[in-house]
Every structure is written in structure tokens, then in C-alpha cells.
């Protein structure tokens, strides 16, 4: 079963817009990450943010966690094309597991 | 370094038949997963191996499946007789003990006719 909902499922935007993504998830975690997925790829690493950060950054990666709402939000800044892709949160609620999100499908386009 | 290698990369079989899923690791990754992908879906794991030893098998389907990790480095996950339903893309992931970020392999896609 996936603990995490990801909304929205699908984004469109245009070359150098925002992009937001939530997710929320239903138990106690130790930390939260987000992955991408291009088409017919494996998952890339993105970030992690710990049970008791609140906001990272990552070059024009930046994610917020609240605890309390048991919610995550990844705002991609300046979108490109080469963003396009699936991303994924994923809860680590025990050491060396994850539970992931059904993702939402990011298109950005030129 | 080179990254998690998986194969094959795509395999079509007809139900019934069995098949099976090769994964290599990357050097020093102790920690291996099985993952299964279903269209549309995030992954869910099959299967966690630290080194030898299944430390988390909870997920995966005993009757049909099976995976080994004999010498702690790579992996094979075999699925016989296989299910219509058992489409779907089956990911390996790796990574070191202390560390909590996970490399992901390209998937194997199955297609059972």
C-alpha cells in the first residue's frame, strides 16, 4: 500500500513558471524525500528533509515539511523542459524503507 | 561510479511461463529492494536484503515469487508461473548501510501475454 497522495496527478506549466507539488502522508515519519522519474527511467534522487527540518533547498529545488499536517510541498523554480518527468514523495517512517506516493506527472513545455 | 544495472531491460512472456530479473548493485552497497511499478503508480516494495539476508519480505507474493542474494552483491527476483496481472516494471534499488538515499537501476518492463 502507498502511504503518500500526491496532488496535483498532473501539471502543465510553461518554460520558466513555478511548479508545485504536494503530497501528504498518514503516519509518523524520520524523513521525507522526493525523486523524479523520467519516462522509461529509473528514480533520480532529489532531496530529503528530516522529521525536523522545515524548509530545504537544492539549487532551484525547494521543500517544505509540516509535521503537524503531515504534508510536504516541492517547488521547482524556473521550470525547463528538460523538468518534465514523474516526481515522487517518499516517506522513511523505519530506517531503510520507503513508502512512495503515486506521483505527479510534471509537463513543462517550451 | 557506475550506476545500478539491471536486466533485461524488457521481456515479454506468455502466462504461466516463468521469468526471471537480474540486478547488480553498485560496489559497496550493502543494502538491496525490489521494487514493483505498475503503470501510473509510485513503486512498491517487494523485497529488502541487507547483504545476504531478506530483512523485509513482507510484500512479496511467496507463492509466485522469489528472490536470493547469495553472496550479498547480486540479485535475481524470479516470478513462476507468471499472471497476466504481473505486468508492470520491476525496479532495483541499492544503497549504502549509514546512508538513507536510494539508487534506483533503469527496470526491467514485463509484458505477460
Known amino acids: 500500500s502507498q502511504q503518500g497522495e500526491e496532488d496535483p496527478q498532473a501539471l502543465s506549466i510553461q518554460e520558466g513558471e513555478n511548479a508545485t507539488m504536494n503530497c501528504s502522508y498518514k503516519?509518523?515519519?524520520?524523513?521525507l524525500q522526493w525523486y523524479r522519474q523520467n519516462s522509461g527511467r529509473g528514480l533520480v534522487h532529489l532531496i530529503l528533509?528530516?522529521?525536523?527540518?522545515r524548509e530545504k533547498h537544492s539549487g532551484r529545488l525547494r521543500v517544505t515539511l509540516d509535521t503537524s499536517k503531515k504534508s510536504s510541498s516541492l517547488l521547482i523554480t524556473a521550470s525547463r523542459a528538460a523538468d518534465t518527468a514523474s516526481y515522487f514523495c517518499?516517506?522513511?517512517?523505519?530506517?531503510?524503507?520507503?513508502?512512495f506516493g503515486q506521483g505527479t506527472i510534471l509537463t513543462v513545455h517550451p | 561510479e557506475a550506476g545500478v544495472v539491471q536486466s533485461p531491460r524488457y521481456k515479454i512472456i506468455e502466462k504461466k511461463q516463468p521469468v526471471a530479473f537480474w540486478c547488480n548493485p553498485i560496489?559497496?552497497?550493502?543494502?538491496l529492494y525490489w521494487y514493483l511499478q505498475n503503470l501510473g503508480q509510485g513503486p512498491e516494495l517487494l523485497i529488502r536484503?541487507?547483504?545476504?539476508?531478506?530483512?523485509?519480505d513482507s510484500q512479496l507474493p511467496k507463492d509466485r515469487f522469489s528472490a536470493e542474494r547469495l553472496k550479498g552483491v547480486d540479485s535475481t527476483l524470479k516470478i513462476q508461473p507468471a499472471e497476466l496481472g504481473d505486468s508492470a516494471v520491476y525496479l532495483c534499488?541499492?544503497?549504502?548501510?549509514?546512508?538513507?538515499?536510494?539508487?534506483f537501476g533503469p527496470g526491467t518492463r514485463l509484458l505477460v501475454l
Open positions: 534499488a541499492s544503497k549504502r548501510e549509514v546512508q538513507e538515499t536510494q539508487y
Open positions: 503516519t509518523s515519519i524520520n524523513n
Open positions: 528533509i528530516r522529521s525536523n527540518e
Open positions: 517518499a516517506t522513511a517512517a523505519s530506517y531503510g524503507k520507503l513508502t
Open positions: 560496489s559497496g552497497h550493502n543494502t
Open positions: 536484503y541487507e547483504n545476504e539476508e531478506a530483512v523485509d
